[in-house]
């Protein structure tokens, strides 16, 4: 039991034998740094409940707190704010408990799982800069939820059909001469996203030539003839034709290997893969029930339709008049579809941009009005676009910032700052190369994991290569250090597993124990609000507080042979949730620096 839940007890008890009231609920915070005391009991939110001054009502919770919890040593009241002093014994205890724990924080697996659905790229050009965020936000909340106690499937949805598949399939007929990754030297991914590329800059010269010829603007770019001829492709693939089924399986086939090898350098995985191209004809028979059920209606053209106006939104398509799916048909019969294929998911996160935002809104009151107990557990993880300083990007144009560059790019950053720092003139050339790499990915993960994901980032690669701050590159620099105390100390003969008890606290000391105990904590709320941030930001203040400890007390230097051995301990203890806090953001953390 932590000290909230018998504090919590005790508090109920008292307000019940003094006042005579139930109290329903305690609301506790972190004693403010300017005030005496470890935890705070706000006395504010009892006047609904217990009539008195809060200074009073605090006063006499404070004495009957001291006189019967033998955790509290003693507290103060400032206005409506009970601040307790607990006692040394207490977190030296808790420390004991938990520090050869190597699970600590985590929560055994359970039964419900969950399906997180993240990256789910298209395959016509290789994975951009947006792309890093939805893979690290999706597979960091994948980790998060699995450590708070959920089984978790990892998914994406390729996006492996339509117009704009046929588009890069097309201008490769076109202008390839047979080129492959290999004659060219260039990832899969990257070769088909050139010829995109190549098919954009063939229509719009064809636009210029109609336009030129009197042809109108809008009217031109419908007419284009390589737009026709794509339209027709695309025809010719939902028809099986063999020529065509063969060209977009190899030119996919390309793809896929590229996008192995950008998955493997991120460091991102999945457990489940479903394709466009598998699924896009899912729905259909659903809408069909829906209809006989009156959740959906026909129109006269014979197209069907869903009306949310009472819920807030508006009517939306789900049957074309000519029978065809819709966007929003096939993610229901998706939706339904994993559920089948996994009947232990329990329910779905969807790590998609805000720009979706109405779309899931819809989807998910639509699996409601289906009937799908599973629906109201349904999330969609939305998230603010990354720019850069040079501005906005786009793939037609092929000015994206590319995914595979841009990884190289932090690299070669991390070299370049890490040589004018000086810190690595003891490496040899292949350990500088692991750790700029190590160092570049941990900057650019940090970095956008730390920053609420609704918001929008304005990425600097420089700011991110950070040696001070709330950046990757400031942490790992301090596990490092730890890992050097360590080392030292175990040269030395420090006592690693010994019991350290019956003695005082140096402040330094408990604010760290304090933090450490947060871990367990901040891991579920970080799984509960989808929030890798919550995490990246826990784990700066602990390297903060961890580096303030550095700073005014000895650890190797201390003679008192109990106070170094708990020193070194609580050393470790932080290194060690370091680095399972940087695991579930997918970072490493280097051994020294």
């Excluded at 229509?203 to 109609?210: G, P, R, V």
């Excluded at 049957?319 to 089948?340: E, F, H, N, P, W």
């Excluded at 940090?446 to 990757?472: A, C, H, M, W």
């Excluded at 940087?582 to 490493?588: A, D, M, R, S, Y």
Aim: hydrophobic share 40%; aromatic share 10%; net charge negative.
């Amino acid at each position: 039991m932590n000290i909230q839940e018998i504090l919590e007890n005790k508090v109920k008890e008292a307000i019940l034998d003094t006042y005579g009231v139930s109290l329903p609920a305690v609301e506790f915070q972190p004693t403010r740094k300017d005030f005496e005391g470890d935890v705070t009991i706000v006395v504010f939110p009892m006047l609904r409940h217990v009539k008195g001054n809060p200074v009073q009502i605090g006063q006499n919770l404070g004495t009957f707190l001291k006189q019967n919890v033998e955790e509290v040593s003693d507290f103060n009241v400032v206005k409506g704010f009970l601040n307790l002093l607990i006692a040394d014994s207490y977190y030296l205890d808790f420390f004991n408990g938990i520090k050869s724990d190597p699970e600590f924080g985590f929560v055994c697996t359970g039964k419900d799982a969950i399906m997180v659905e993240y990256s789910s790229p298209n395959t016509n050009k290789p994975l951009h800069l947006g792309h890093i965020r939805n893979n690290l936000l999706g597979y960091s909340v994948a980790q998060i939820l699995k450590a708070s106690g959920k089984k978790v499937y990892k998914t994406q949805i390729i996006n492996d059909r339509g117009i704009h598949i046929c588009k890069s399939m097309l201008a490769w007929q076109r202008f390839g001469n047979g080129e492959t990754p290999e004659s060219a030297g260039l990832k899969g991914d990257k070769l088909v996203g050139n010829y995109y590329v190549a098919y954009d800059k063939a229509y719009k010269e064809e636009i210029a030539q109609l336009i030129a010829d009197g042809v109108d603007k809008k009217e031109a770019e419908k007419q284009a003839p390589i737009l026709l001829e794509a339209q027709k492709m695309l025809l010719k693939w939902e028809a099986g034709d063999e020529e065509v089924v063969s060209l977009w399986k190899k030119m996919n086939g390309w793809v896929y290997k590229g996008f192995d090898i950008t998955y493997k350098n991120l460091g991102v995985d999945f457990d489940v893969l479903y394709y466009e191209s598998n699924t896009y004809l899912l729905g259909k028979d659903v809408v069909a029930e829906g209809l006989e059920k009156g959740v959906f209606y026909k129109k006269e053209d014979g197209s069907v339709w869903i009306d949310l106006t009472d819920e807030g939104l508006d009517e939306k398509i789900v049957l074309r008049s000519d029978g065809t799916a819709v966007y929003m048909t096939q993610d229901i019969g998706t939706a339904i579809q994993r559920v089948k294929d996994y009947p232990d998911v329990n329910g779905m996160v969807y790590t998609v941009g805000n720009e979706q935002d109405y779309h899931f809104k819809v989807l998910f009151l639509i699996l409601k009005k289906l009937g799908f107990s599973w629906a109201d557990k349904l999330y969609h993880l939305s998230y603010g676009m990354v720019d850069l300083p040079s501005g906005k990007m786009k793939s037609r144009e092929g000015t994206v910032v590319d995914a595979d560059d841009l990884m190289e790019d932090m690299t070669q950053t991390a070299a370049t700052i890490s040589e004018e720092l000086g810190k690595l003139e003891d490496y040899s050339e292949a350990e500088k190369q692991v750790l700029y790499k190590m160092i570049g990915l941990g900057a650019l993960k940090y970095y956008i994991l730390k920053v609420d994901p609704k918001k929008r980032i304005l990425f600097d690669p420089e700011e991110s290569v950070d040696f001070q701050g709330n950046t990757g590159p400031f942490i790992q620099y301090t596990y490092a250090r730890i890992q050097s105390i360590l080392r030292k100390a175990h040269e030395t003969g420090v006592a690693m597993s010994k019991i350290v008890s019956g003695q005082g606290l140096h402040i330094k000391e408990k604010e760290l124990i304090k933090q450490i105990q947060l871990f367990p904590e901040t891991i579920q709320l970080a799984a509960e609000n989808y929030s890798p941030a919550l995490l990246a930001n826990y784990t700066y203040d602990l390297v903060k507080e961890f580096n303030s400890f550095y700073q005014q007390v000895s650890i190797l230097g201390e003679h008192d042979e109990a106070t170094k051995i708990l020193r070194v301990q609580l050393s470790k203890k932080v290194g060690e949730t370091v680095q399972a806090a940087f695991k579930l953001l997918g970072i490493e953390a280097p051994e020294r620096m």
